[in-house]
DNA sequence: ATCAAAGGATTGTTGAACAATCCGGAAAAT
DNA sequence: ATTTTCCGGATTGTTCAACAATCCTTTGAT
């Protein structure tokens, strides 16, 4: 259903050999199709609950039904799709429980990178996607805005410098992107964290660890908050 | 080489539906493949930097080839197996560089959950993996002594009561048991942290849950750098 | 209207096939 | 003798086709 016809197979060999030769590694058609359903979960277009057939998206993606296969593996993986066995695979749907989850996951690592500090390249990529907010807000941009806060809390985790703490933040952030888009209809659903955010940078430049995290506690507690208040419960 | 001959088809309808009929959701075949691998990586039988050839294991296991790159799938999304592009998977293995990083997550995880308090039955399976160790050391033994310090810990995050947290902190602790075996020979590894276990259990109980959280800062950068000299670097 | 049986659809798993790629060694060139 | 080139074997990546097991819906019986 409305799935894009993008041509995923290109098995020809053309210039393979070069990529090869360069390292490059060539993602997987299997990885290919995982992003493909990455970014139609994150555009909305396929959303929470929606069934995904193993057959139809194997013609719609032009792949074989064992590669469609491992592609939901990947995803489930990532906590992005849901399996019921023998029932099919289901776009995972968040439900009160998961925000707290969520929100407790995200608390454990933001407060914990900040408490680390970060060297000063670490934190001016903070500073960098404040300014980015800022820029979008002045734009007017909603859909900036978004990404821009993304932007903040992944470069807030990268103070830590552990691969596994990011790649951990980006699913996370991946599975919220999942259901953000009702809230994001909302157009100054972020304009509030836009202080919040300069806010602990501030501390942060200033070296006031402890405050930086304190105030990171505060806004994910009412970020919580907010969301647990514009979806069920 | 030196894998097991277990029965790993099952095909047979026998008593299926029974199960079936009990919701009991009888793992796939891949599931079991993967827990079958995850079992022979823990116990040390397959050791890091081995390579994992599809077709031999398929034959090993009595699955399919298709199935065995499903169950690899899943282990290299738990970082168990690394996969090279055109080349294979192998059992992952840890460098200094990576052991620095699984200390970054525990510490984030472990103390944050210490910090959140938990609830009584949650601090009282602390306890429990508390009087585990005292056991394991009194009967001399050191697999069970491992054993319960990871029970410890994975009661620690749990008071989180977060899945999340829970399943990273499995998986982190599935990552550091693939190269705890060099450790584990020698007998009082753990000997010393039976102290500081019951040390923050203390505090965990008494409710001074700072004082619990930096204890266990404490404890995790003495590991980190035990582990560090035990190892390369 | 309730319940059981039948049918169709989809998943789980297998087996075989083939292209693409990598690795190691033989052959050739310097 | 050392390096380069080339070839062949082995393994992965991917596809296809088939079938059993399971689930969902609908039909049929009470």
Same mark, same amino acid.
């Given at each position: 259903?409305?799935?894009?016809?993008?041509?995923?197979?290109?098995?020809?060999?053309?210039?393979?050999?070069?990529?090869?030769?360069?390292?490059?590694?060539?993602?997987?058609?299997?990885?290919?199709?995982?992003?493909?359903?990455?970014?139609?979960?994150?555009?909305?277009?396929? +959303?929470?609950?929606?069934?995904?057939?193993?057959? =139809?998206?194997?013609?719609?993606? /032009?792949?074989?039904?064992? =590669?469609?296969?491992?592609?939901?593996?990947?995803?489930?993986?990532?906590?992005?799709? %849901?399996?019921?066995?023998?029932? /099919?695979?289901?776009?995972?749907?968040?439900? *009160?429980?998961?925000?707290?989850?969520?929100?407790?996951?995200?608390?454990?690592?933001?407060?914990?990178?900040?408490?680390?500090?970060?060297? *000063?390249?670490? %934190?001016?990529?903070?500073?960098?996607?404040?300014?980015?907010?800022?820029?979008?807000?002045? &734009?007017?941009?909603?859909?900036?805005?978004?990404?821009?806060?993304?932007?903040?809390?992944?470069?807030?985790?990268?103070?830590?410098?552990?691969?596994?703490?990011?790649?951990?933040?980006?699913?996370?952030?991946?599975?919220?992107?999942?259901?953000?888009?009702?809230?994001?209809?909302?157009?100054?659903?972020?304009?509030?964290? +836009?202080?919040?955010?300069?806010?602990?940078?501030? &501390?942060?430049?200033?070296?006031?660890?402890?405050?930086?995290?304190?105030?990171?506690?505060?806004?994910?507690?009412?970020?919580?908050?907010?969301?647990?208040?514009?979806? /069920?419960?």
């Amino acid at each position: 259903m409305a799935t894009s016809e993008t041509a995923l197979q290109g098995t020809s060999r053309g210039a393979s050999s070069a990529a090869a030769r360069l390292r490059v590694a060539v993602p997987s058609v299997a990885d290919r199709v995982a992003d493909e359903l990455r970014l139609q979960l994150a555009e909305g277009i396929l +959303l929470p609950g929606t069934r995904l057939t193993e057959s =139809t998206i194997a013609e719609d993606l /032009g792949v074989s039904r064992n =590669t469609v296969r491992e592609a939901f593996a990947e995803l489930a993986s990532e906590r992005l799709v %849901v399996r019921h066995p023998n029932r /099919g695979v289901f776009v995972a749907s968040l439900e *009160p429980g998961d925000i707290h989850d969520v929100y407790t996951v995200r608390r454990a690592i933001e407060v914990s990178a900040i408490r680390g500090g970060g060297s *000063p390249e670490a %934190v001016a990529d903070v500073r960098a996607a404040v300014e980015e907010g800022k820029r979008a807000a002045a &734009a007017n941009d909603d859909e900036g805005l978004g990404t821009a806060n993304q932007h903040f809390h992944g470069a807030i985790v990268a103070l830590a410098g552990s691969r596994r703490l990011n790649s951990i933040m980006a699913q996370v952030l991946a599975e919220m992107r999942l259901f953000f888009h009702k809230a994001t209809l909302d157009g100054h659903f972020y304009s509030r964290y +836009l202080k919040d955010n300069e806010e602990i940078c501030n &501390a942060l430049e200033a070296g006031e660890l402890d405050r930086a995290a304190e105030l990171m506690l505060a806004y994910l507690n009412r970020s919580e908050e907010k969301q647990a208040e514009v979806h /069920g419960e």
